[in-house]
T-cell receptor, first 111, second 114 residues
Framework: GENVEQHPSTLSVQEGDSAVIKCTYS??????FPWYKQELGKGPQLIID?????GEKKDQRIAVTLNKTAKHFSLHITETQPEDSAVYFC??????????FGSGTKLNVKP | DTEVTQTPKHLVMGMTNKKSLKCEQH?????MYWYKQKAKKPPELMFV???????INESVPSRFSPECPNSSLLNLHLHALQPEDSALYLC?????????????FGPGTRLTVL
């Protein structure tokens, strides 16, 4: 089956700096790549997603890039704010009902 | 309404108890999911229902029994659980077909098995 690896496991940045989280996947058939943010005591919330026919997608301070050849995708958060502090999960999906999640990155934005 | 609701928020049960977790969505989604999440780990898929039929069972022990009584409701019946089943149980929903497959998660039920 699909295997998704996520790095780093923890990331600490100063407010206003950028944060980058990277994921690799193993199955070239994966075609959908969502990113979820999970705050303490809450369920995961989708923040951005990308499909395999697109190389980059941006939504305000958040962007995702996908390199199908290398089988990796990355989350970029610019101008980080304390409220960006949370655990971020990447995922890959081959069919639309099953997600393979990465192990998570705990992002800490220091004011 | 873009919300998935789950009840109860917290549940403490003994190993001999029978309890149920409930999930509800009114987004017209025809796929619903149960996930289990242990602390500091990603969600693990347990079950998927598509058009009210069980389509994926990730080899979950029979002490967990899912039920989808209609397109808006999803239940998870619990019986004879073990302490290691203590976790956050998340429900999610999505479109069942087509390209729009964003999964909307509920806030979860925090389950403690004594």
């Amino acid at each position: 089956g699909e295997n998704v690896e996520q790095h780093p496991s923890t990331l600490s940045v100063q407010e206003g700096d950028s944060a980058v989280i990277k994921c690799t996947y193993s199955d070239s058939a994966s075609n959908y790549f969502p990113w979820y943010k999970q705050e303490l005591g809450k369920g995961p919330q989708l923040i951005i997603d990308i499909r395999s026919n697109v190389g980059e997608k941006k939504d305000q301070r958040i962007a995702v890039t996908l390199n199908k050849t290398a089988k990796h995708f990355s989350l970029h958060i610019t101008e980080t704010q304390p409220e960006d502090s949370a655990v971020y999960f990447c995922a890959a999906s081959i069919n639309f009902n099953k997600f393979y999640f990465g192990s998570g990155t705990k992002l800490n934005v220091k004011p | 309404d873009t919300e998935v609701t789950q009840t109860p928020k917290h549940l403490v049960m003994g190993m001999t108890n029978k309890k149920s977790l409930k999930c509800e969505q009114h987004m017209g989604h025809r796929a619903m999911y149960w996930y289990k999440q242990k602390a500091k780990k990603p969600p693990e898929l347990m079950f998927v229902y598509s058009y009210e039929k069980l389509s994926i069972n990730e080899s979950v022990p029979s002490r967990f029994s899912p039920e989808c009584p209609n397109s808006s409701l999803l239940n998870l019946h619990l019986h004879a659980l073990q302490p290691e089943d203590s976790a956050l149980y998340l429900c999610a929903s999505s479109q069942a077909s087509g390209l729009n497959n964003e999964q909307f998660f509920g806030p979860g039920t925090r389950l403690t098995v004594l």
